[in-house]
């Protein structure tokens, strides 16, 4: 379809401390023991976009990025590795590759995004309704529980995540308004000329913006290029063409339009050729023309179009972009959101490696899974949780809610409840962790308990 990719896939984050560092980049966090970064990339594969140009930040984070998938899909796609400098946000990694970008239109992919929805589809609504930028929408995915007990426990009260402020044309194929983070906190402020064009908005607060958009490169790289104090794509690029879709300005770069005699149009009747070839896919409110004088005169000319594309409620789509998030994402895709796993669970729900041991009167219940090499010995009891590869655990250990990465030591009487236990722990007997997050490499003392705490090496 002519649609280049691009997939952020970030670099260290500070929201996800202390589980990223610089030996696991948060392309490299493990959802299920694999990579986030795997599941956007079988699910470009499986829409047959198979030309990706990766962005990293960090020349550290890229080489151990660029490593792991040159190993894990050679053959399968081709894939280029930019690293781009830290800390400039999406719009300034997209400005440090624009020179790559040479296709009519460009699928802009978060390397965060968890799901099952089909950027094809994306892409050829985009194509089909000719626009300059079409974003995916999805319903709110529900997160962790309202109080302070374990992440993920299976009867707690949910609360969905941050909301955004999306106003949608009557027939929600066009994106008229949307706000996030710090403006939902104040007053919504909507153009009279928008509404005066599609009559009226329909306001929903109930929708992701899930970081995948399709471009017209033209136009994205010209707003790169005139702003370059834009920092992010969400924040700032996206905003501006939803502001400015009955201005001029956007196209103001473009070629002028001339009628069959040569002559050039001025902007009313440039507005009038754009409804007659569009009217087909705008909604009835832009195709009323408010005419004056001659019939020529537009009152709210549009010079661009900024669409939607909805996910339908059956559909999967969640974006690692919080500890929380983490927590809710290795839970679904071991349970309810388990076709994404691509793992064959057993008869019990729950996947446990040929290759694990267990123990006597061990038992590990549904919705958990049990990585390749890893050993737990008598009396233990794991629920509702992802253990990795490699790892030793003592008899009378109890986990629940959890995700313990690679190499990890729990020894004897050990109890683990809605934490995370990055690599190469080790927690000593009879230590106890509830709701923590320990990082790589750290050792939890004999004896001690440690509540609501990120536990991480000096």
Same mark, same amino acid.
């Given at each position: 379809?002519? !649609?280049?990719?691009?997939?952020?896939?970030?670099?260290?984050?500070?929201?996800?401390?202390?589980?990223?560092?610089?030996?696991?980049?948060?392309?490299?966090?493990?959802?299920?023991?694999? %990579?986030?970064?795997?599941?956007?990339?079988?699910?470009?594969?499986?829409?047959?976009?198979?030309?990706?140009?990766?962005?990293?930040?960090?020349?550290? $984070? $890229?080489?151990?990025?660029?490593?792991?998938?040159?190993?894990?899909?050679?053959?399968?796609? =081709?894939?280029?590795?930019?690293?781009?400098?830290?800390?400039?946000?999406?719009?300034? $990694?997209?400005?440090?590759?624009?020179?790559?970008?040479?296709?009519?239109?460009?699928?802009?992919?978060?390397?965060?995004?968890?799901?099952?929805?089909? %950027?094809?589809?994306?892409?050829?609504? =985009? #194509?089909?309704?000719?626009?300059?930028?079409?974003?995916?929408? *999805?319903?709110?995915?529900?997160?962790?529980?309202?109080?302070?007990?374990?992440?993920?426990?299976?009867?707690?009260?949910?609360? %969905? +995540?941050?909301?955004?402020?999306?106003?949608?044309?009557?027939? /929600?194929?066009?994106?008229?308004?949307?706000?996030?983070?710090?403006?939902?906190?104040?007053?919504?402020?909507?153009?009279?000329?928008?509404?005066?064009?599609?009559?009226?908005?329909?306001? /929903? $607060?109930?929708?992701?913006?899930?970081?995948?958009?399709?471009?017209? /490169?033209?136009?994205?790289?010209?707003?790169?290029?005139?702003?370059?104090? &834009?920092?992010?794509?969400?924040?700032?690029?996206?905003?501006?063409?939803?502001?400015?879709?009955?201005?001029?300005?956007?196209?103001?770069?473009?070629?002028?339009?001339?009628?069959?005699?040569?002559?050039?149009?001025? %902007?009313?009747?440039?507005?009038? #050729?754009?409804?007659?070839?569009?009217?087909?896919?705008?909604?009835?409110? !832009?195709?009323?023309?408010?005419?004056?004088?001659?019939?020529?005169?537009?009152?709210?000319?549009?010079?661009?179009?900024?669409?939607?594309? &909805?996910?339908?409620?059956?559909?999967?789509?969640?974006?690692?972009?919080?500890?929380?998030?983490?927590?809710?994402?290795?839970?679904?895709?071991?349970?309810?959101?388990?076709?994404?796993?691509?793992?064959?669970?057993?008869?019990?729900?729950?996947?446990?490696?040929?290759?694990?041991?267990?123990?006597?009167?061990?038992?590990?219940?549904?919705?958990?899974?049990?990585?390749?090499?890893?050993?737990?010995?008598?009396? *233990?009891?794991?629920?509702?949780?992802?253990?990795?590869?490699?790892?030793?655990?003592? +008899?009378?250990?109890?986990?629940?809610?959890?995700?313990?990465?690679?190499?990890?030591?729990?020894?004897?009487? *050990?109890?683990?409840?809605? +934490?995370?236990? *990055?690599?190469?722990?080790?927690?000593?007997?009879?230590?106890?962790?509830?709701?923590?997050?320990?990082?790589?490499?750290?050792?939890?003392?004999?004896?001690?308990?440690?509540?609501?705490?990120?536990?991480?090496?000096?």
């Amino acid at each position: 379809m002519d !649609f280049q990719v691009v997939v952020l896939a970030g670099g260290t984050s500070e929201k996800l401390s202390p589980l990223v560092s610089k030996d696991v980049p948060k392309a490299l966090l493990p959802v299920a023991n694999r %990579p986030v970064l795997s599941y956007v990339l079988e699910l470009l594969e499986a829409s047959n976009l198979k030309d990706l140009l990766v962005v990293v930040e960090g020349q550290d $984070a $890229a080489v151990r990025v660029g490593g792991w998938i040159s190993s894990a899909f050679v053959d399968r796609l =081709h894939v280029e590795v930019a690293a781009v400098p830290e800390d400039i946000g999406t719009a300034g $990694a997209l400005r440090a590759v624009t020179h790559h970008l040479t296709a009519s239109d460009v699928l802009i992919v978060s390397g965060d995004i968890v799901s099952d929805v089909s %950027p094809g589809a994306l892409a050829s609504t =985009h #194509r089909r309704y000719g626009a300059v930028v079409t974003a995916l929408l *999805c319903p709110l995915p529900v997160s962790g529980p309202l109080d302070t007990g374990s992440a993920g426990g299976k009867d707690k009260a949910k609360k %969905p +995540s941050c909301c955004n402020i999306v106003g949608l044309d009557p027939t /929600r194929q066009f994106l008229l308004h949307i706000a996030s983070g710090a403006e939902v906190e104040k007053d919504i402020r909507v153009q009279k000329s928008i509404l005066r064009a599609v009559g009226q908005m329909e306001i /929903r $607060a109930d929708l992701m913006d899930a970081h995948m958009y399709a471009f017209k /490169r033209t136009v994205l790289q010209d707003i790169l290029d005139q702003k370059d104090n &834009f920092h992010s794509i969400r924040q700032d690029v996206l905003p501006y063409l939803v502001r400015t879709q009955l201005r001029s300005e956007v196209s103001a770069n473009e070629a002028p339009v001339v009628d069959e005699a040569g002559n050039g149009l001025d %902007p009313s009747h440039r507005n009038l #050729r754009w409804l007659s070839q569009h009217r087909e896919v705008a909604p009835t409110a !832009f195709q009323d023309l408010n005419v004056s004088g001659h019939g020529t005169k537009l009152e709210s000319p549009r010079t661009h179009k900024c669409c939607a594309y &909805f996910s339908s409620k059956n559909k999967y789509c969640a974006r690692l972009n919080s500890i929380q998030a983490f927590y809710d994402i290795n839970r679904d895709v071991v349970g309810e959101a388990s076709h994404l796993s691509g793992y064959s669970f057993s008869a019990q729900n729950n996947i446990i490696h040929s290759s694990a041991v267990l123990g006597s009167k061990t038992t590990v219940g549904p919705q958990c899974m049990l990585a390749d090499g890893s050993q737990l010995g008598d009396k *233990c009891s794991v629920k509702r949780s992802v253990i990795g590869r490699h790892c030793r655990i003592g +008899s009378n250990v109890k986990i629940v809610n959890s995700v313990v990465m690679n190499h990890v030591t729990i020894e004897d009487g *050990c109890f683990v409840q809605g +934490s995370v236990v *990055c690599s190469n722990v080790q927690l000593q007997e009879r230590a106890v962790l509830k709701d923590c997050q320990v990082g790589a490499g750290y050792v939890v003392t004999s004896g001690s308990e440690h509540k609501m705490e990120a536990l991480t090496k000096k």
